[in-house]
Nanobody, 126 residues
């Protein structure tokens, strides 16, 4: 069983930065081969934002966040981070951490991982 716990959301202004954290725990380390972030606003489908596969050295982002968001991992405590800079009102969403035993990073825009966290809200005011 995989457990993912997000933290770090909040209310910020346009241009501000925020860092999200995702603490991952699993009895089977292969269940979290690739971990990433999705976001969702009411009435819209969940959108893949970023993915990291540390074992294969793969990092991918959706085009709308390239150059502003950075995903990283700390393998010492199984935590994934999403550093978000130059935030825009359109970044407002519930952000979810997600993991899968398959390496889905090359398909960040379309793949739906098996394991999900509960989400953390990010609100960017204009």
């Amino acid at each position: 069983q995989v457990q993912l716990a997000e933290s770090g959301g909040g209310l910020v202004q346009t241009g501000d930065s925020l860092r999200l954290s995702c603490a991952a725990s699993s009895k089977d380390p292969f269940s979290t081969k690739a971990i990433g972030w999705f976001r969702q606003t009411p009435g819209k489908e969940r959108e893949g934002v970023a993915c990291i596969d540390s074992g294969d050295g793969i990092i991918e982002y959706v085009d709308s966040v390239k150059g502003r968001f950075t995903i990283s991992s700390d393998n010492t405590d199984n935590t994934i981070y999403l550093q978000m800079n130059a935030l825009k009102p359109e970044d407002t969403a519930a952000y979810y951490c997600a993991a899968d035993r398959l390496s889905w990073c090359r398909h960040v825009s379309s793949y739906k991982p098996d394991y999900w966290g509960q989400g953390t809200q990010v609100t960017v005011s204009s």
